[in-house]
């Protein structure tokens, strides 16, 4: 699969989603990544903190857990 494949993916997967608390989780692994130190965080991570982030994945390929941007731009508004 080619890097444009798997950002199609997952941005339809985050579009989709519903859950708060596998977006947050997924905001935070991507916020990990933009770190300037150069630094493996994945490896920095306890054994509990994987399993929630492979967890959260899991539970993103489910049909059921996933929302439409317009229900998560909504959502935002509404919190704000």
Same mark, same amino acid.
């Given at each position: #699969? =080619?890097?444009? @494949?798997?950002?199609?993916?997952?941005? %339809?997967? &985050?579009? *989709?989603? @519903?859950? *708060?608390?596998?977006?947050? !989780?997924?905001? %935070? !692994?991507?916020?990990?990544?933009?770190?300037? =130190?150069?630094?493996?965080?994945?490896?920095?991570?306890?054994?509990?903190?994987?399993?929630? &982030? !492979? *967890?959260?994945?899991?539970?993103?390929? =489910?049909? =059921?857990?996933? #929302?439409?941007?317009?229900? &998560? #731009?909504?959502?935002?508004? %509404?919190?704000?």
């Amino acid at each position: #699969m =080619s890097i444009n @494949e798997l950002k199609n993916l997952i941005h %339809n997967l &985050v579009d *989709k989603s @519903e859950n *708060k608390y596998l977006l947050e !989780l997924i905001h %935070n !692994l991507f916020s990990f990544s933009e770190s300037k =130190s150069g630094e493996n965080h994945w490896e920095k991570l306890s054994e509990s903190q994987r399993e929630m &982030v !492979l *967890k959260a994945f899991e539970q993103s390929e =489910s049909e =059921s857990n996933l #929302m439409s941007h317009n229900s &998560v #731009m909504s959502q935002i508004r %509404n919190e704000l």
